[in-house]
């Protein structure tokens, strides 16, 4: 019969996509979109080499928002957890991503996308048009913030609160951090309220992940996620050029060689 050499990539590392599993060199690639101009640029690659994606994707993006200061807006897909997101605001930037959701049947997916997952927030004041102040229970469904009412049964009814404006503050120290202005349903009578965005002690609970500055429920979340499809389609053009999508090289140094065009 015939004897066939092994081919392998000692320094392939394992990486789990929408795929499935896959083994090689994932690759973490950072671009800018001016969907005014429809203009792509890359401003940083990086290799995972073994690093989880949502650490390697703060730990870039906080040399990049020193090199770009006016960057405001950061997406990304499910890789990005309530933690990545507390690091990226800290930087006075918005994170836009989805929320991780509940298991249904399986392994969530973009196929089985799941249950939105709801959280109960706390107290929030609204103050009403006509100067009064109500208190409300917020909980939170996907990530966006609505008031629990109870019904004649007990049930929780959800109301949905429409952001009007964000809020970047600064801290003493640098870091920054964010508030959202919301404005409550006039089936409870309108009126606005504050609800603070970031959590302000590392001990604190895990507020970004239960809680979005533009949620998949926020009108202005499709427009800005969206962007994401001009630079998936550029990461695509750039798998296929190469044969049957694979590095014609071994190693790490060899992978980014061939990922530059050399």
């Not at 050499?5 to 950072?30: C, F, K, N």
């Not at 706390?122 to 229970?137: F, K, M, N």
């Amino acid at each position: 019969g015939e004897i066939r050499t092994v081919r392998y990539d000692p320094e392939a590392v394992g990486h789990t996509h929408s795929d499935g599993q896959a083994w090689g060199h994932p690759v973490l690639i950072m671009e800018s979109h001016r969907p005014d101009h429809g203009e792509i640029r890359i401003l940083e690659i990086e290799m995972l080499a073994g690093r989880a994606e949502g650490d390697l994707a703060v730990e870039t993006l906080w040399s990049l928002a020193e090199r770009f200061p006016t960057m405001q807006l950061y997406t990304h897909d499910g890789a990005l957890r309530g933690t990545h997101a507390h690091e990226i605001q800290k930087m006075g930037i918005v994170p836009v991503y989805k929320q991780h959701r509940d298991k249904d049947h399986g392994e969530a997916s973009s196929k089985r996308p799941g249950t939105p997952r709801e959280f109960p927030l706390g107290p929030a004041t609204v103050l009403q048009p006509d100067g009064s102040e109500r208190t409300y229970a917020i909980h939170t469904r996907g990530g966006h913030p609505h008031i629990a009412v109870l019904d004649e049964v007990g049930t929780p009814q959800l109301f949905p609160l429409k952001r009007v404006n964000i809020e970047r503050r600064g801290r003493k120290r640098g870091a920054m951090y964010f508030y959202n202005i919301y404005r409550a349903p006039a089936a409870l009578g309108g009126g606005v309220t504050r609800l603070r965005m970031t959590r302000h002690r590392d001990s604190e609970v895990n507020r970004e992940e239960r809680l979005h500055i533009i949620s998949e429920q926020d009108p202005d979340f499709a427009p800005i996620y969206s962007r994401r499809s001009g630079v998936e389609s550029a990461n695509n053009r750039l798998k296929q050029s190469l044969d049957e999508r694979r590095s014609r090289y071994v190693g790490r140094a060899g992978a980014m060689l061939c990922l530059l065009g050399a």
